[in-house]
Each structure stands twice: as C-alpha cells, then as structure tokens.
C-alpha cells in the first residue's frame, strides 16, 4: 500500500509540472529525501501526508482513494 500511495504521489506532481526539488523546498526537505518518498523507501505518517497533499496543492483522499 505504501507504494500504491508513492505512485499516486509522484502522479500528483508530475499533473503539475513540479520538479521534486521544488515539491522538497516547500517541504524543508532534502531533494534526496523526497525522492525516498516517490520511491517508497521512506514510510509516511499521517501528518507528512497532509503536508505533501498541501504542496501538492491536492486532498489526503487523493493519494488514500484511487
């Protein structure tokens, strides 16, 4: 499941012409690191979710419910 919400999350970025670096500066994150998160090797919590869903300038539920 986490990768299903990793593919779901790189979709929501590609749909905005977003580089990932761009997506982590607004994360205060490393571009490395939310590159972990595309690639399913970071694990998400709730809270990091909604943060990625607000850069994303999308709902939680999009990347919950395909």
Known sequence: KVLLISERIRERRE???YTQ???AAKL???Q??????ECG????????????AVALETDILTFLIH
């Open 32 to 37: 490395n690191a939310y590159s972990k998160i």
């Open 28 to 30: 205060k994150i490393t």
């Open 41 to 52: 090797y970071s694990s998400l919590n709730v809270a990091r979710m909604y943060e990625i």
């Open 21 to 23: 670096q761009y997506v």
């Open 15 to 17: 749909q905005l012409n």
